[in-house]
């Protein structure tokens, strides 16, 4: 365990068609192991399954209900391409998954089948979220091609309604602030890019990391936001002054860099993983 260490003061206390039918598959029983990595996972309570995607081109659906889940496999299905992210979206009880070819797939849970599948990236779909804009409920997905592409998820299959251009290389990760509504996204240029999703512009750049941005997570119902490079620079933001107020690092070396971090607002934690898997 890597206990970070401050480098600064202390923060403010607030804190258009489917291209490719699935293979299904019988599920067994008692699933063995997966042998290859899994690449994106989306836990959805109120259907009680997970659902993972691996570098095997398989996506995968687990029984997670009841109190004592089985973890029981209900289904594969086959993909032409890495599932790299996904999200669920209650308003519209559809999963979305963005794939390494820039495709973004559309999945029907219930029936555990693909609906349709969308392009418009030109490389690998990197992160997905969902964002609330003047009573609509937008996806939004970041691509290593430097776009955002903001999708209307109840449209189908999903429509283009904003895309945003400012990254001078792929953008990694990306966060909304229900509060300040702001979307934050990160980038293999270093920049911390603030969005104004609405007008399509750059509110401004956020430079204090000197390595590509690995994670960005917001701390909502305060105007905090925390974002991590792969070097194990945290950097803690304020939304009202869009100022760094607070720099921590976190022990990685070169051969097993930062790749993701979450913020835990209840125990005012912040949990960072590196490739090697300690945290």
Wanted: positive net charge.
């Amino acid at each position: 365990i890597h206990t970070p260490t401050s480098t600064s003061p202390q923060p403010h206390p607030h804190i258009p068609i489917p291209t490719h039918v699935p293979t299904r598959t019988p599920a067994p029983l008692c699933p063995a192991a997966r042998t290859w990595q899994v690449l994106a996972a989306e836990y959805i309570r109120e259907l009680g399954c997970v659902i993972t995607s691996g570098a095997d081109l398989v996506v995968c659906f687990w029984d997670a209900s009841g109190g004592t889940p089985s973890w029981r496999l209900r289904q594969r299905a086959s993909v032409q391409s890495s599932q790299l992210a996904m999200r669920w979206v209650p308003s519209c009880r559809h999963l979305f998954s963005g794939g390494a070819d820039g495709m973004m797939h559309v999945w029907d849970v219930i029936k555990m089948e693909l609906l349709c599948s969308v392009g418009g990236h030109k490389d690998g779909i990197t992160e997905l979220i969902t964002l609330r804009q003047q009573a609509k409920q937008l996806l939004a997905s970041s691509s290593l091609d430097g776009t955002i592409r903001l999708w209307d998820s109840t449209h189908h299959p999903p429509r283009l309604t904003h895309l945003l251009k400012g990254h001078e290389r792929g953008v990694q990760c990306l966060c909304f602030s229900n509060d300040f509504r702001h979307l934050f996204s990160g980038g293999l240029d270093h920049n911390l890019l603030v969005w104004n999703p609405q007008s399509e512009t750059v509110i401004c750049a956020l430079r204090q990391h000197l390595a590509p941005i690995a994670a960005v997570d917001v701390v909502q119902g305060t105007p905090q936001v925390v974002s991590a490079d792969s070097s194990g620079v945290v950097c803690v933001w304020d939304c009202r002054s869009l100022a760094c107020a607070q720099k921590l690092a976190v022990a990685v070396s070169p051969e097993h860099p930062l790749t993701s971090m979450v913020v835990i607002p209840k125990h005012r934690q912040i949990l960072a993983v590196s490739r090697c898997g300690s945290s």
